[in-house]
């Protein structure tokens, strides 16, 4: 089936409209850039939903040292401490950049930032506006002055589905109506193509990414062969509110470094016993002591009243706005809470300056692994990668400009597939990854996973590329976590509950090899 329409971009052009998409766009101003997008602008996207703000050290009390220092930490051995440091040390003149953009962050009465500590963090590090509201509001900034520059040619309600590849590079990308999952394929031609199409939330049965943030970047990158690093890195909030919902709302971090409790229902507060920073120890840990204490058949609450008590509204209007829709008043009642997906360290690898392994492609935001997080991000470091890479990008783009005019050789048409994402199939591999792939996994459940997932692949086959993106994805992950023999960071295995040193580095694997992995995973289980 030939695609019905070609679009020859002129410049580069951009799949995904989150802060990673937008901030690359107006860095690259006044080159021009496409950006397409599912939504309207500033729906569909994690960075609007972001809470707690962006990590940076802008006090005289903290130093970008200190603040790579952390990351490493939290990182859990497999961090790269070049990569973490340069990041740290360009954090400040990203908050620059979105103060002139118009974002307004917190500020006391002598002009200084309000800064928030979130766990694993050392020091108030985390610039925010009115308590939770930093993604709504960096992302409204963001949407005014893409809107306002020429060079930044939106397209909205588009979703990419397969990269286009040409004479071994990237040359563009198939696309459909979001809206219509029977439209034609349109190709997008471009030599220059930044994937910023954000996480993998949508692969898990309860997360807090909104629902087509699902991994589909990353697949595609996956298929067309480019090296990912670190799949079976994935992290969990402790503090999805318990409340089923999906996506789930979340309760910021925050909450618990202005001291909010996690009690059981008994008013037991667990995480005292767990590690010397209770509330406040690294997000892996918290969550997977909330998994263990549910399985254990408690009810987890997270307990505001007394720390921030009849503020709460004032301070944290949007985690507000969730507990009264869900009929809960967080000045008189415990917030039940329970762990759920939130983030994927993992990605399309990158080197420092967000190029991938496949000529002509980039990758920013949560879809790429910079080797900033390892093997757990810590708290509120995302969207200033998000914003580092970014800036780097654009810059390595803008530098390439000349290479803009290189011919785009024969480019292939896409396969005559409708895009239906199969209902019963799709819901059944949220449920194997929740269960087999979650919080702590080990050999029966992931071998039992890679199984599952072959099967559905072979069921659903021919149904959607998007649907096919996102079972590549799931392979990776799960092929991944059963090759990583330790628990380090996000990845729990209930069988190999140690650290291992020398395994202290990152996972660099091809959708082939994983896909080999899984192969001999049905034929272990014959
Ligand atoms: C509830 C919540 C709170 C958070 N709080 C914080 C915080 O306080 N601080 C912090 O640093 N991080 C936080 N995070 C994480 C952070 O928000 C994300 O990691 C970050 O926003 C990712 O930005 P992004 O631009 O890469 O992706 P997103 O913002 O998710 O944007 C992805 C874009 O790609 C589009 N897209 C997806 N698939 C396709 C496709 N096939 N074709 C075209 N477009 C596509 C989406 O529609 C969207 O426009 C939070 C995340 C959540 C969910």
Redesign the pocket.
Known sequence: MPHDSVFDVNGALI???????LFTALKMAPHPVTV????ALGE????A???????AALRDDDSPAAHANDTIAAGAGTVDPAVALSVAEEAARQIEDLVALGTPFDRDADGRFVQSREAAHSAHRVARVKGDR??FAIMQALIAAVRATPSIRIIEG????DLALADGRVAGVF?RQASDPWSAPILFQSTQVVL????VGGLYRVT???S??RG??LGMAARAGAVIADPEFVQFHPTGIAVDRDPAP?A?EALRGEGATLIDETGTRFMVAIHGQAELAPRDIVARAIHYHIAAGHQVFLDTREAIGASFAEHFPTIAGYCAEAGIDPVTQPIPVAPIQ??HMGGVRTDAVGRTSLPGLWA????ACTGLHGANRL??????E?LVFGARIATQIVGEVARFAQPIGTLPTPAPEIDILPEAAHAELRQIMTADVGVERDATGLTRALRSIARIERESQGTSRAFLNMLSVATLITAAALQRVESRGGHARADYPATDRAQAHQTLITLDQALAIRAAAEETAQ
């Open positions: 799949i995904g409209a989150g802060l990673a998409g397409i997008s599912p939504m569909g996207a994690s960075s939903w972001a809470q707690g703000g962006v990590a930093a993604g588009i979703e990419a589905d696309a910023a199409t954000g996480g807090s990414n909104p087509r943030v589909q970047g979340l910021s939130h983030y920013v935001g949560e879809v708290a509120s470091n995302s969207l200033l998000a």
